[in-house]
């Protein structure tokens, strides 16, 4: 399976993006996803997840209020809505493919992973 990962950009303080992830060559709709985010000089560090169905979501402690993913089984996509943006959400913004079906914050729990998308945001 091959996950692109797109949506990202320049966003001022406070604004909203959305970035989205499509699973291509295999479904992933039958497995949990997630997104991980790395900023510069720094690891990679989880954002959030969902369940193969949708039915259980799980987020960062920092992004919790401000950030949402969802996803659309039958494009086999995932999606992650980030509002309140702040400064320190700017990274490159990765999408993964659990190798279950629950949700999961390890990054060891993930078999595959998008290239990545910049989120910028501006103060």
């Known amino acids: 399976v091959q996950l692109q990962a797109s949506g990202g950009g320049l966003v001022q303080a406070g604004g909203s993006l959305r970035i989205s992830c499509t699973c291509t060559r295999r479904t992933c709709s039958n497995n949990g996803m997630g997104w991980f985010r790395q900023a510069a000089g720094k690891e990679r560090e989880f954002v959030a997840a969902i369940s193969w169905n949708g039915g259980n979501t799980l987020y960062e402690d920092s992004v919790k209020g401000r950030f949402t993913m969802s996803r659309d089984r039958i494009k086999n996509s995932v999606y992650l809505q980030m509002n309140s943006l702040k400064p320190e959400d700017t990274a490159v913004y990765y999408c993964?493919?659990?190798?279950?079906?629950?949700?999961?914050?390890?990054?060891?729990?993930?078999?595959?992973w998008g290239q990545g998308t910049q989120v910028t945001v501006s103060s």
């Open positions: 993964a493919q659990n190798r279950g079906t629950s949700t999961a914050t390890i990054r060891g729990s993930y078999t595959y």
